[in-house]
């Protein structure tokens, strides 16, 4: 049996290079999504600053190995789980690590630098571990930043293909807006302050023709992965928005696409349609392959589906020290289910280990879960043997599902 909304679930990273705006870009995404237990705040610059300091003495948010967010997108509650991907590449083996245990990415840009050296290392990792991912070109607001530069970028340096879904209004200091050529409205930034809204109007005058250049472009590259578009497009009419975002997740599932999104994370703008376009376009851990394991005991390939009533599976990916909580082990579950108060099995330890309780961290505090399900992430305590790299399974079905030809390396994050 699936497990009940897993195609609404959404374990995703966001990668860049230091500098681009991966931890502001991650605390604006926390902010909104917890926006809606904050009512009040929203235009409240100095009560959200205080918010966000409040986190950070806690400590929980913005140095968790993952984080569980909900959004609405389409009359739909996607659970997002934001994991932490370092944004160094000291530790190679932690960075990859964690991209194993993602479904999707953000790969994040500054537009006034473009495609850095260190961003094409954290690319062909993704590339390595199938990373699906939409591009979102941040700093819009700075000297020098120039959207397409980076698009362009994008293409010869790392061989992508990307798809603007949005062009700017707009640039450096006038930076306003964007195009939205989806809907094909214009979505304009009403300040700067913190929480900033936006409204939905029609495409300035000037934009028009740029604007249908860049739709038409997308439309014929959607049309690369969906039959109906490509029949739709080659009789020349016009392309239902449904459809198309199909056909664009399809390509990016694909990885043959990475659809292009902008923004100024500091500034506030962008967050919003980034988080829908997180919905539309990046896979659920129902559109991945198998998991591959091998048995211990016959050391033959084994594959797990994410299942609750498959044998369990699950990867330990981080173990950070929380100060309230003490030890906690993050893991993402492959199939099957971790229950609190069960025991899992170790097969590196050769060890049972009893868990006595599980959490999923939300933007203020940590959940207590009675189980985690296949598809999902969560962390627990309790352990006595564990290290990052390690499976927890079921004693009776063992599996192994990282090989374990990387350094061992535990991780503590105070
Ligand atoms: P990280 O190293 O990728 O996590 O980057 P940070 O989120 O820490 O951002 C690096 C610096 O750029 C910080 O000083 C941020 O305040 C700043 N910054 C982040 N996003 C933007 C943006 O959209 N516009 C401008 N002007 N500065 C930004």
């Known amino acids: 049996m699936a497990n009940r909304d897993l195609h609404l679930t959404r374990n995703i990273g966001i990668m860049a290079h230091i500098d681009a705006g991966k931890t502001t870009t991650s605390e604006r995404i926390l902010f909104y999504t917890g926006k809606t237990h904050k009512i009040g705040e929203v235009h409240d610059g100095a009560a959200t600053m205080d918010w966000m300091a ?30 932490d991907t ?20 953000v790969a994040t840009y500054s537009a006034a630098d473009g495609v850095q050296p260190q961003s094409e290392t954290v690319w062909r990792q993704a590339d390595k571990y199938n990373v699906p991912r939409i591009g979102y070109v941040n700093k819009m607001d700075r000297s020098g930043a120039d959207f397409y530069e980076t698009v362009r970028q994008m293409k010869t340096v790392l061989g992508a293909n990307p ?40 495409i300035p005058a000037e934009l028009v023709d740029e604007a249908t250049e860049w739709h038409d472009k997308m439309i014929e590259n959607a049309a690369n992965f969906d039959d109906d578009v490509m029949e739709l497009y080659l009789d020349g009419k016009e392309v239902p928005a449904d459809k198309l975002i199909a056909a664009i997740r399809k390509g990016t599932i694909s990885m043959e696409l990475t659809p292009m999104l902008l923004g100024s994370s500091y500034k506030n ?23 591959i394991g091998t048995n211990p005991d016959t050391e033959e390939e084994e594959g797990r589906k994410p299942t609750e009533d498959a044998p369990t599976s699950a990867l330990a990916f981080k173990i950070a020290t929380d100060p309230f909580m003490g030890r906690l082990v993050f893991f993402r579950v492959y199939s099957g289910k971790i229950a609190a108060g069960s025991y899992v099995y170790n097969p ?23 189980s985690i399900d296949a598809g999902d992430i969560g962390a627990g305590v309790g352990f006595k043997d564990i290290r990052t790299g390690d499976t ?23």
């Open 86 to 105: 370092p944004g160094h590449v000291d530790f190679t083996a932690e960075v990859e690590r964690s991209l194993r245990v993602l479904d999707g990415a």
């Open 163 to 202: 798809c603007p879904i949005q062009i700017p209004i707009g640039a450096e200091e006038n930076f306003k807006g964007v195009v939205d050529l989806i809907t094909m409205k214009a979505i304009l930034w009403h300040d700067e302050t913190m929480g900033a809204e936006y409204d939905v109007e029609e």
């Open 348 to 370: 590196r330890s050769g060890k049972r280990e009893r868990i006595s309780r599980l959490f999923q961290m939300n933007s203020k505090q940590e959940i207590p879960m009675e």
């Open 392 to 414: 927890l399974c079921d004693e009776d079905h063992p599996i192994v599902l990282e090989s374990m030809t990387f350094p061992d390396t535990v991780i503590s994050v105070a």
């Open 54 to 83: 409040q986190e950070q003495e806690r400590g929980i948010t913005i140095t968790s190995a993952a984080t569980t967010c909900n959004w609405n997108y389409e009359n739909n509650s996607y659970k997002i789980n934001l994991i």
């Open 269 to 291: 703008k962008g967050v919003q349609p980034l988080l829908d376009y997180i919905c539309a376009f990046l896979p659920s851990p129902l559109d991945t392959e198998a998991i």
